[in-house]
């Protein structure tokens, strides 16, 4: 049995969304299984199964050098202490 991760996309320009996963012998049984567990509602309308074994994973000393980079995360707070402290000054 091989694992699978089914993605899902409406029409238009949504992007795919990872729906979960599920187990099969071969990929015409996981297409079938994948269409009866998450599209019977008309979740999405293209599917996309991917062989849990065909993943490419980066760990986590690969990702690790973006980790520590507070500059690209600006919440604007410093910005609106520094108007307050103007404002207060000015008041």
């Known amino acids: 049995m091989r694992i699978y991760e089914v993605f899902l996309k409406r029409k238009g320009k949504q992007e795919f969304r990872h ?11 996981a297409l ?28 986590e000393e690969f990702v690790a050098p973006n980790a520590d980079k507070p500059h690209r995360h600006n919440d604007g ?13 000015n008041s």
């Open 32 to 59: 079938v299984l994948a269409r009866e567990s998450y599209v019977r509602r008309a979740e999405g309308d293209s599917i996309w199964l991917v062989d849990r074994d065909h993943l490419v994973v980066g760990d």
């Open 19 to 29: 729906a979960g996963s599920l187990e099969a012998a071969d990929d015409e049984l």
């Open 77 to 89: 707070g410093r910005v609106a202490e520094r108007r307050q402290r103007i404002h207060e000054e």
